[in-house]
């Protein structure tokens, strides 16, 4: 049994390397390489298992002491063999079939084929790492020596991590065929957030945009502003009672107030109804994007020359939208000129494919994982997709296991200030009563690093020309 055990634990410290080099070479789409690495997994995985599954191994796991080790011993291998056979030699088969590069549009268009293509496989892969994911959360290591326990915590991260991003990718197969016209054209609305006026989901919706999708095919068919918008004289869609007790009904007649809620699909059907009302088009969905996240994109795409002889980089995006623009133009129309054109030569960067393409998911990830980047569909089937995404922009839900606290903010002065305010969150939790229920506190720290000139500095539209105001009483 000694020998078993020391050969088992062998087999299963050779499989951890080769991990490692899968993923590198699925993330490269070196299919050819991929393949024999995963066969190699496979049958050190399946020696594990041979090794620990027979009825004297299991006969052994009955004895006090060692025992225990034994059982995690062979939990570990299992759950090794059933990522290997069920998860990564499904993926390594089609990684000489989609890449990084697929994500890439060519000529202002994606093809759709690799991804639909690869997504039984990917949506089986999921399954089982979820399946093997709930069995390693389920291994008792209370009793096991410190080595045995070591392994199982670091597959037990592991397989967490791996579940993480075959589910993201998995989603991503799942959804992105059909934003992108798959199964027929389809109309997205892009509501670009400025976190310079601060709104509970991220910013003032200034600027829009209508991007219709066909085929893999993205085009730019009409940019708005905010003040295109008039007041409606109520709201465009019935408002929750909570809504609108904070709120009030401004939420739904403004369309710079539809994002005064941080419940993203709620402000997303809100604009929705009012471009339709505008404009006459019903959008399939709404996705909303802030200067920080195309900041991170123009990492992707490099500088971007404008129109006005600006070239926007990913270190000059921020400030120059956020701030010289503002000192630049007094008008709004002017200032809304201006972020069109920025916005619509982003867009052109992008759906020409001159964005590298392993950068341009990071940069969707490190956005979508800060909630910059939102979406939301009026498609059911999409939405069920997203629904459980940082990208759907959903208020925080307290479970058995995480009590959880959303912190937005606000700003009804009317000013753009917010460039020049540096928020610190914490929370912290105590228990001091007989029946173990923990308080919690939550502070917040705001702090303005505008210039102390700031009032002769900045320009009035900078520094609000409209008092503070409140919602109606309802």
């Known amino acids: 049994m000694g020998v078993r055990a020391y050969l088992a634990k062998g087999e299963l410290e050779a499989a951890l390397p080769l991990a490692a080099q899968i993923q590198a070479q699925v993330v490269a789409g070196d299919g050819e390489s991929a393949q024999p690495t995963a066969r190699a997994l496979s049958d050190h995985s399946a020696s594990a298992v041979a090794l620990t599954s027979d009825p004297v191994w299991r006969a052994f796991e009955g004895i006090p002491v060692l025992g225990p080790n034994l059982t995690v011993v062979r939990q570990l291998a ?10 990564v030699l499904p993926l390594a088969k089609i990684a000489g079939t989609i890449s990084l590069s697929d994500f890439k549009p ?10 639909t293509d690869a997504q039984p496989q990917i949506d089986a892969a999921d399954a089982a790492l979820a399946a093997v994911k709930q069995r390693v959360d389920a291994i008792d290591t209370t009793d096991t020596l410190s080595v045995v326990t070591g392994a199982a915590e670091k597959l ?4 967490d991590k791996a579940a ?6 998995d989603r991503a197969v799942r959804v992105v065929p059909g934003m992108l016209g798959a199964s027929g054209p389809r109309n997205y609305i892009v509501l670009f957030q400025n976190p310079a006026e601060l709104r509970a989901s991220g910013g003032i919706p200034g600027a829009l945009a209508l991007i219709h ?13 905010g003040t295109d918008f008039p007041h409606y004289a109520q709201p465009v869609l019935p408002l929750p009672t909570d809504t609108r007790g904070l709120y009030g009904d401004i939420v739904g007649e403004y369309i710079q107030d539809v994002t005064l809620t941080p419940n993203f699909p709620l402000s997303a059907s809100l604009a929705r109804e009012m471009w339709k009302r505008q404009f006459g088009v019903e959008a399939d969905g709404v996705i909303s994007i802030d200067p920080v996240a195309l900041s991170y994109l123009l990492k992707a795409t490099g500088p971007i020359t404008l129109a006005t002889g600006d070239v926007l980089t990913s270190d000059n995006a921020v400030h ?14 002017d ?13 052109s960067a992008l759906a020409g494919g001159g964005a590298n393409p392993k950068s341009l998911l990071e940069a969707f990830g490190q956005a979508g994982a800060e909630r910059r980047v939102l979406v939301w569909s009026a498609h059911d089937d999409d939405q069920a997709v997203l ?35 540096d928020v610190q969150v914490a929370v912290g939790n105590a228990v001091c009563r007989q029946d173990a229920r923990p308080y919690y506190a939550v502070t917040v720290n705001l702090k303005n690093t505008a210039p102390a000139d700031a009032a002769k500095s900045l320009p009035e539209y900078v520094t609000g020309e409209v008092i503070l105001v409140s919602p109606p009483e309802t």
């Open 78 to 87: 299992a759950a090794t063999d059933d990522i290997a056979q069920q998860a």
């Open 320 to 333: 120059l939208l956020l701030s010289d623009a503002y000192a630049r133009y007094t008008k709004p129309a």
């Open 156 to 159: 037990s991260s592991s397989v």
């Open 335 to 347: 200032q809304n000129a201006f972020f069109a054109g920025a916005a619509s030569s982003v867009f």
């Open 213 to 225: 999708t066909e085929n893999g095919a993205i085009t730019l068919e009409q940019q708005a502003a």
């Open 106 to 115: 060519v000529n202002g268009a994606i093809n759709l084929n690799p991804m």
């Open 387 to 421: 629904q459980d995404t940082s990208l759907a922009g959903r208020l925080p839900v307290t479970d058995a296991d995480t009590t959880r606290f959303g912190v937005y903010l606000n700003d009804a002065t009317g000013a753009k200030m917010d460039t020049h305010l």
């Open 164 to 169: 993480a991003a075959v589910n993201t990718l």
